[in-house]
Structure formats: C-alpha cells, structure tokens
C-alpha cells in the first residue's frame, strides 16, 4: 500500500501562491481597461502574497519541488509580464516601437533573473541577492504608475521616464549587483520597546502616502545596489556588471585590488634574489 501513495500537492502555500497568481493577472487585466491604480496596487498585493507562500511552507513543512516550480511561474506572471504591461498601456504607447523595446527588456529581465536565481539554489550566498529581486523590481515600475495616477499625471507625458524606468530596472535585474536579502535578520529573537514605536511610525508614514512612500523604498532599494558598488569597489568593469558567473558574483574591493597587486612584486622580488 505504501509503494501507490497517491500523489498530489499541498493546498495552502499553492493556495497563496495561486492568490498572487491572480492579483498579477487581475494586475494585466485592470490595466488594459485603463483601471491604472487598480492595477499597481495589485502587483503590490501579488509581493504580499509571494513573501508568504515560502514562508507557510517553511513553518508547515509543505515545501516540494512542484510548488517551487509554480512559485517560479507565478512570479513570471506577476512581476514579469504584469508591470511591464502595467507601464505599457499607463506611459510606453505613444512611443511605439521604443516603448514595447522597453517593456520587452523588462520582461526578459525578469525571465532571465528568475531562471538565475533557481539554477543558483544551494549555491548562492543567502545574505545578498545576485542583482536586483523582481518583486522589488516590479514594486519600482508599478509605484511609478501608481504615483503618477495619484497625481493626477498623464502617462503619455510622460513616457520617456517610464520607459527608462522600466528599462533599467530590467537591466539590473539581470546585473551582478549584490542587494542585501535581509534573511539573516532574527525576527524570533527579542528587541526593545523602542523597536515596535519605530514600527508603528513606519506603519502611520506609509498609511498617509502609500503610493509614494512605497515607490520611494524601494527605488532607493533598487538604487542601493550599484551605489554601494561603485562606492566600495576600485574598479568596476562590464564584465563584472554583467558577466556570466555561475555563483554569486563577486566584486574586487579595493583591498583584494592592492593585494593582488602586491603579490606578483613579491614573487618578482625573491626571483631576483634566487638567481643572485
């Protein structure tokens, strides 16, 4: 009886998983009938959804290869395909063929990051990710249209920042910049009272001004992975930027740069001194 187990799934992370499914399709739909704030809000929800399927399964002991590959699908869905398409048909129409270019690169990113990230499972230092995540990717581009229908702005106005936008988070996407995961943070240990005011005061900011404060997080988000780069690195080349590197990619800093430098004058030295 044991050896014809009969096969099946586990409802509730694919349950969720499904959900964000949704919200990203909802996101597509809601977009083509010019309902643009819907449609941003439902990328937002879809994120919500995709940080908590994992984490169900984590603590319900449900994870399986089947739901790792439907997570994967649905993230295609929801942060591939529905921003790029959101921030089409807001701000990239009227730019023809430079716009749906634009988009496209988003949506390869996106297919392109999400492939890298399953392959580098196991492999990959779980403290940073290996170029920008597309949730948060998806959260830059959809924020911006959800600001901008906040504000009352004209997408076709302004369709050269969308486009550049949605292009570079693309790009980065599937660059070797290392942002932080936040995995290492211990959210089962103890922290001051202090913590849980700072927390609520987060909460009171994004309750007043969603749209901006949330596209504001997390464009400095996507923005802190090159700075700290540049900022830490000697000497950034394209092929560090993005090169193929099967595991994380790993910048020269500038003390492996000197170090590097040092030791073939080392090496030089005692060979002169051998041969004397």
């Known amino acids: 009886m044991s050896d014809n187990k009969r096969k099946g799934i586990y409802l509730?992370?694919?349950l969720l998983t499904t959900a964000g499914l949704f919200s990203?399709?909802?996101a597509v739909v809601a977009s083509m009938n010019g309902r643009f704030e819907a449609a941003a809000i439902a990328v937002f929800i879809a994120m919500v959804f995709d940080s908590l399927d994992g984490r169900v399964a984590r603590i319900t002991n449900t994870q399986s290869e089947f739901g790792a590959e439907?997570?994967?699908m649905a993230d295609m869905v929801s942060f591939g395909v529905a921003p790029a398409?959101?921030?089409y048909n807001w701000g990239l129409t009227e730019l023809g063929k430079f716009g749906w270019l634009a988009a496209f690169i988003y949506v390869a990113g996106a297919a392109l990051r999400l492939a890298r990230f399953n392959t580098q499972v196991g492999v990959a230092d779980k403290r940073f990710f290996q170029g920008l995540a597309s949730p948060a990717a998806a959260a830059v581009v959809s924020g911006l249209v959800w600001v901008g229908q906040g504000?009352?702005?004209n997408g076709d106005d302004w369709g050269v920042v969308v486009a550049l936008v949605t292009g570079i988070a693309g790009l980065l996407m599937v660059s070797n910049f290392k942002y932080n995961s936040f995995k290492e943070v211990n959210w089962h240990g103890k922290v001051p009272f202090v913590a849980i005011l700072i927390v609520m005061l987060i909460f009171v900011v994004v309750a007043t001004e969603p749209a901006l404060v949330l596209f504001l997080v997390f464009l400095m988000y996507a923005l802190a992975g090159p700075i700290n780069t540049f900022r830490t690195v000697d000497k950034v080349t394209l092929q560090d930027v993005v090169g193929d590197h099967e595991e994380d990619a790993d910048f020269p800093t500038k003390e492996t740069s000197e170090a590097e430098y040092e030791t073939p004058k080392h090496t030089y030295e005692a060979d002169e001194e051998e041969k004397k």
């Open 12 to 14: 509730l992370p694919n």
């Open 24 to 26: 990203g399709f909802y």
């Open 70 to 72: 439907y997570d994967s």
């Open 85 to 87: 398409l959101v921030a």
């Open 151 to 153: 504000y009352g702005l």
